[in-house]
C-alpha cells in the first residue's frame, strides 16, 4: 500500500477526523463568547444592583423622614393649640372674675396644676399693661417685669391681631432656660391693652423630643418659625438656637412654591450636604425638617457596595460557583426583607391596639383625636365622641376574678365593635374599664343615638354580678 492508499484508508477509518479539526475552534470561540457574555451580564448585573441600592437608600430615606416630617408638624401644632385654647379661656376668666387677689388666687392654683400635666410647659405668666407679672405657675410671687420683651411690645403695638404669637426663643429670667414664648393680648372691656398672657414652652423637652426621631449621629430635626429662625434642633447645638435659615436654599428655592417635600441641600448652619425633608405645619405656619447627611445616609451601602463589588470580581473569577452564591445572597436578602416588613406590621400594630380587647389604644387615640379635631374645625363638620365606663366592673372583679373581669372586657368591647358600623368610627380601650368612640362626621343626635345602641348591645349581653353596688 502506498503513502496515497494509507492516506485514503486513514480517511476511511476516521470519517469524522476533518470535522473534529472544524469543530474544535468554533467550539472554542463559543466558550469565549459564552464567557465574556456571562463575565458582561455578571457586570451589568452587579452594576445595576448597586446603583438600586443607591437609589433604594435615598428612596426610603425620603419616606421615612417625610412620614416623620408630618408627625412631628402635627405634634408642635397640637402643642400650641393647647395653649391657645388654654389662653382663650384665662381670657375669659380674667375678663369674668378681674385681677382681684382671690382671682389671682385662683388662676395661680389652676396654672401650677396644668404646668404640672403638661410636662412641655416651662412657665405660664398674666402680665400687666405696663408688663409686671400679675400672676404666674410659680408658688412664690414673682415681681419683674417683662415690658421690654418682643412678644410683649408686639402685642401693645398690634390691636388687630387676637390670636396667639409664637416668639423668638429666649432665656427665661425665672429659670435661666431657653423657652419659646407663646403670647397672647388680653384687652379691657373698652378694647385697650390691658396686658399679655404668656406660656414658655422649654427648648430642651423639644430637643429631647425630637431626639428620638434620629436615626444616626448624622440626622438632625429643626424646628423654626416661619422666618427660618431656629426655635430648637436635635441634636442640640447651642449656637443654632436663635440662628436663621432664611439664606438656605429650602427658604428661598423651595418654601415659596411648595409647603413640603423632600431636597437635597446644603446645611445653613454646618455647610453639609443632607437629604431635607421638611413641612410647614398646618395651624401656625411653623417649619419642620429633618436631614440626614449624604455620607451617613449612604454609611450602610458604602459597605454593602464593598461587599459586592468584591463578590462581582470573584465572580469574574469563578463564575459558575459564585454564580450560586450570589443567587442565595439575593434570596436571601429578599428573605430579610420579607420578615423585617412583616416584624414592622406587626409592631405597628401592637404599638396602636390593645392585647387584650382588639380594640384601639389610648395612644391611637392621642394620635388620632387631634388630627380628627382638625379635620372638623377645617371641614366645618361635626365630630362625636362618646366616653364609656363599666359599671361595677370593680366589684366584678373582686368577685369573680380578673380572668372573668377580662373575659367581660373582652365581650363588653366585641359588643361595642360589632354595634359600630361605619369604617371610619373608632372604637378605644381608653384604660382599665375606661372605653372611648371616636365618630367623625357624626352629630349629636347620631351620637346620642350611638350611644343608646351601645348601651342596649351590652345589655343583651346578660353580664350579672351578685351583690352589685355602686363603686363611686
Not at 428612596?59 to 408642635?76: G, M, Q, R, W
Not at 354595634?419 to 346620642?448: F, K, S
Request: negative net charge.
Amino acid at each position: 500500500m502506498n503513502y496515497n492508499d494509507d492516506l485514503n484508508h486513514f480517511s476511511d477509518e476516521n470519517p469524522s477526523s476533518d470535522g473534529h479539526l472544524f469543530l474544535k475552534p468554533r467550539v472554542n470561540r463559543f466558550a469565549i463568547t459564552f464567557v465574556i457574555v456571562a463575565m458582561l451580564s455578571v457586570l451589568s448585573l452587579g452594576i445595576a444592583y448597586l446603583y438600586g441600592g443607591y437609589t433604594n437608600k435615598f428612596e426610603e430615606a425620603t419616606k421615612d423622614n417625610e412620614h416623620t416630617a408630618v408627625a412631628l408638624s402635627e405634634h408642635i401644632d397640637s402643642t400650641v393649640f393647647q395653649v391657645e385654647n388654654l389662653s382663650g379661656d384665662i381670657l375669659e376668666r380674667l375678663a369674668y372674675d378681674g385681677d382681684s387677689p382671690p382671682a389671682l388666687a385662683r388662676l395661680n392654683k389652676q396654672f401650677r396644676k396644668i404646668a404640672q400635666d403638661l410636662p412641655a410647659i416651662a412657665g405660664i405668666f398674666v402680665f400687666d399693661s405696663s408688663g409686671n407679672v400679675l400672676v404666674s405657675d410659680k408658688v412664690s410671687p414673682l415681681s419683674f417685669n417683662n415690658s421690654d420683651r418682643a412678644y410683649f411690645r408686639y402685642h401693645k403695638a398690634h390691636p388687630d391681631d387676637q390670636g396667639v404669637h409664637i416668639g423668638s426663643a429666649v432665656e427665661s429670667r425665672t429659670t435661666g432656660d431657653l423657652v419659646i414664648p407663646i403670647s397672647r393680648r388680653i384687652e379691657d372691656s373698652n378694647g385697650n391693652f390691658s396686658g399679655v398672657f404668656l406660656a414658655t414652652l422649654k427648648v430642651d423637652y423639644l430637643n429631647n423630643f425630637y431626639a428620638q426621631f434620629l436615626d444616626s449621629e448624622s440626622s438632625v430635626v429643626v424646628l423654626t418659625l416661619n422666618d427660618g429662625e431656629v426655635l430648637a434642633r436635635a441634636p442640640y447645638l447651642a449656637t443654632s438656637v436663635g440662628k436663621t435659615l432664611a439664606q438656605g436654599q429650602i427658604f428661598r428655592e423651595y418654601l415659596p412654591h411648595r409647603t413640603s417635600g423632600t431636597v437635597m441641600v446644603t446645611s445653613v448652619l454646618e455647610g453639609i450636604d443632607k437629604l431635607f425633608s421638611y413641612k410647614v405645619t398646618n395651624r401656625y405656619k411653623l417649619f419642620i425638617g429633618i436631614g440626614i447627611t449624604k455620607t451617613g445616609l449612604l454609611a450602610a451601602w458604602y459597605g454593602e457596595a464593598l461587599l459586592a463589588s468584591s463578590a462581582i470580581a470573584l465572580l469574574l473569577i469563578i463564575l459558575l460557583l459564585l454564580g450560586k452564591v450570589l443567587v442565595n445572597y439575593i434570596s436571601l436578602s429578599s428573605t430579610y426583607e420579607e420578615e423585617l416588613e412583616k416584624a414592622f406590621a406587626i409592631a405597628h400594630t401592637l404599638s396602636t391596639e390593645d392585647a387584650l380587647t382588639g380594640l384601639k389604644n389610648r395612644r391611637y387615640l392621642n394620635t388620632s383625636l387631634p388630627t380628627e379635631i382638625g379635620r372638623a374645625k377645617r371641614n366645618n363638620s361635626p365630630l362625636g365622641f362618646i366616653m364609656m365606663d363599666i359599671d361595677y366592673f370593680k366589684s366584678y372583679n373582686d368577685s369573680y376574678g380578673h380572668l372573668l373581669g377580662d373575659e367581660c372586657l373582652r365581650a363588653v368591647s366585641s359588643a361595642i365593635y360589632a354595634t359600630i358600623r361605619r369604617p371610619g368610627d373608632c372604637a378605644v380601650r381608653y384604660g382599665g374599664e375606661e372605653l372611648a368612640v371616636l365618630l367623625p362626621d357624626t352629630d349629636e343626635a347620631g351620637t346620642r343615638k350611638l350611644a343608646t345602641d351601645l348601651c342596649f348591645a351590652v345589655s343583651q349581653l346578660g353580664i350579672l354580678i351578685k351583690a352589685a353596688r355602686w363603686d363611686g
